[in-house]
């Protein structure tokens, strides 16, 4: 059964400030990994998608990567804004219909 | 391109009532999937639909249904609603190949359910 880890809960930091984002999964046999941003009752804004031949993705200021063998992803934030406050939230296929869930990391960024 | 998008963006309902919710899929998009997410909580899977056809099932009860429509839109359908059922709900649509849905998953906005 595929289970989807997020550290740290919750994150405040300064403005400027280089960030990292973890996501951890249980079951490396995925085809891709899916990032997402998501605003206080708002929808999932997809991030990034790394698919499972790939090591990582940059779009920005986003870094994105992924290692199966450890059942690891980052999400690296470089300069980070205060309009970078949101949920970011981890999706991992499990089957070939479904995607599990992150609880997603809160991050908060000072200006 | 037109995004996916959800209606009605918020509602109140009570107790054993009925609600449903629509959603449009992103052009070029063939396969829709609905989630409910509790406050503080990740998304989790409700149902898939591809071609008109239910794909895959979470674990909800058969009281949450739903349909998909040749343009690819989609309704989802509660029955008896409870308490617990007070959600965001979330349609995403995705380009799926021969019922195996590899695509990128695009969300819409969400639909915010309240029961009382």
């Known amino acids: 059964k595929q289970e989807v880890t997020q550290i740290p809960a919750a994150l405040s930091v300064p403005e400027g400030e280089n960030l990292v984002l973890n996501c951890s999964f249980t079951?490396?046999?995925?085809?891709?990994l899916q990032w997402f941003r998501q605003d206080p009752g708002k929808g999932l804004t997809s991030l990034l998608l790394?698919?499972?031949?790939?090591r990582e993705q940059t779009s920005g200021r986003l870094n994105a990567s992924l290692d199966k063998s450890s059942g690891r992803s980052t999400l690296y934030i470089a300069a980070s804004q205060p309009g970078d406050s949101a949920t970011y939230l981890c999706?991992?296929?499990?089957?070939?219909?479904?995607?599990?869930f992150g609880t997603g990391t809160r991050l908060k960024v000072l200006a | 391109e037109t995004g996916v998008t959800q209606s009605p963006t918020h509602l109140i309902k009570t107790r054993g009532q009925q609600v449903t919710l629509r959603c449009s899929s992103q052009?070029?998009?063939?396969?829709v999937s609905w989630y409910q997410q509790a406050l503080g909580q990740g998304p989790q899977f409700i149902f898939q639909?591809?071609?008109?056809?239910?794909?895959g099932r979470g674990n909800f009860p058969p009281r949450f249904s739903g349909l998909q429509f040749p343009n690819y839109s989609s309704e989802l359908n509660v029955n008896a609603l409870e308490l617990d059922d007070s959600a965001l709900y979330l349609c995403?649509?995705?380009?799926?190949?021969?019922?195996?849905?590899?695509?990128?998953?695009?969300f819409g906005e969400g639909s915010r359910l309240t029961v009382l």
């Open positions: 999706a991992v296929p499990s089957g070939t219909y479904k995607y599990i």
């Open positions: 995403a649509s995705s380009l799926g190949l021969e019922k195996v849905d590899t695509g990128e998953l695009f």
């Open positions: 052009s070029g998009h063939n396969t």
């Open positions: 639909y591809y071609r008109e056809e239910e794909n």
């Open positions: 079951d490396s046999a995925i085809y891709n």
């Open positions: 790394i698919q499972s031949s790939q």
